[in-house]
T-cell receptor, first 117, second 112 residues
């Protein structure tokens, strides 16, 4: 089956520093990847849609200068949380949609737990 | 606007049947998904409905009524491992990005 990995699985950083999270599709190509944030006992909130070779599309209320997204290849998207603050502490999950007109599924990565101290 | 409603929590007994409802009001519709998510883990795909009716897959079935903006996930022969959150998600029609809008999720507790 389709596998999506994320790295790191968890990270602790100090307030004011930046953290990069990688999302990789291991056995398929993904033109489109999505980044979600999930707070405890809440559902997934879409942050942005990442398209290979073009700028990401951010959801309303998500600061594009704070959450930098790069989708440099068909198998890798990165999310960089810049100048992180404690309120950015959350579970960040990516998903990838296989390239192809008839693919409706998204495959989720295992998530990255970010704690900002 | 986009609005997807699910019950917050449900409790059921091992071996029983449980139905988790989802109602949606979205600007468009191009498919409804159900995902299972265990605490601290990523969601896993359960089902996809785009036409009205029932889709059955083993112990899990999902139903859709587009005219009513309604779906349910039916879990039969409940097992303890089915204790998890169940997420309903809708894909907006005409959105070529295939992005999903998630409901708040339903936490299901299966008791012995």
């Amino acid at each position: 089956g389709a596998v999506v990995s994320q790295h790191p699985s968890w990270v602790i950083c100090k307030s004011g520093t930046s953290v990069k999270i990688e999302c990789r599709s291991l056995d398929f190509q993904a033109t489109t990847m999505f980044w979600y944030r999930q707070f405890p006992k809440q559902s997934l909130m879409l942050m942005a849609t990442s398209n290979e070779g073009s700028k990401a599309t951010y959801e309303q209320g998500v600061e594009k200068d704070k959450f930098l997204i790069n989708h440099a290849s068909l198998t890798l998207s990165t999310l960089t949380v810049t100048s992180a603050h404690p309120e950015d502490s959350s579970f960040y999950i990516c998903s990838a949609r296989p390239s192809g007109a008839f693919s409706y599924e998204q495959y989720f990565g295992p998530g990255t737990r970010l704690t900002v101290t | 606007g986009q609005n997807i409603d699910q019950p917050t929590e449900m409790t059921a007994t091992e071996g029983a049947i449980v139905q988790i409802n989802c109602t949606y009001q979205t600007s468009g519709f191009n498919g409804l998904f159900w995902y299972q998510q265990h605490a601290g883990e990523a969601p896993t795909f359960l089902s996809y409905n785009v036409l009205d009716g029932l889709e059955e897959k083993g112990r899990f079935s999902s139903f859709l009524s587009r005219s009513k903006g309604y779906s349910y996930l039916l879990l039969k022969e409940l097992q303890m491992k089915d204790s998890a959150s169940y997420l309903c998600a809708v894909r907006d029609q005409g959105d070529s990005s295939y992005k999903l809008i998630f409901g708040s999720g339903t936490r299901l507790l299966v008791r012995p």
